[in-house]
Nanobody, 123 residues
Framework: QVQLVESGGGLVQAGGSLRLSCAAS????????MGWFRQAPGKEREFVAA????????RYADSVKGRFTISRDNAKKTVYLQMNSLKPEDTAVYYC????????????????WGQGTQVTVSS
């Protein structure tokens, strides 16, 4: 079983930055692909970024390329999302997710989800 706990959300002005963290429990973190998703009010959840077990392969949604950076620290069992040049349209609840398949990438299905952290970008 894996538990994921996000932190780092908050209120920021447009153009600002935030760094989200996702702390994981469980023994399989270092072999699991991880992802970030977001869901804005009235909209479906959407993919933001994913990173493979080693940190060597990364994917981003087109809407965040060049502004967001996903990274991980396997020793700390934590995945990060550095968000720069934030826009009001980035406002959403951000979720961390983990894949239980051993060293799989691209990730086809996420098995574990965090509770989410709110990011609000004011104009």
């Amino acid at each position: 079983q894996v538990q994921l706990v996000e932190s780092g959300g908050g209120l920021v002005q447009a153009g600002g930055s935030l760094r989200l963290s996702c702390a994981a429990s469980g023994r399989t973190f270092s072999s699991s692909g991880m992802g970030w998703f977001r869901q804005a009010p009235g909209k479906e959840r959407e993919f933001v970024a994913a990173i493979d077990w080693s940190g060597g392969r990364i994917r981003y949604a087109d809407s965040v390329k060049g502004r967001f950076t996903i990274s991980r620290d396997n020793a700390k069992k934590t995945v990060y999302l550095q968000m720069n040049s934030l826009k009001p349209e980035d406002t959403a609840v951000y979720y961390c997710a983990a894949d239980s398949t051993f060293r799989a990438f691209p990730i086809r299905e996420y098995d574990y989800w965090g509770q989410g952290t709110q990011v609000t970008v004011s104009s």
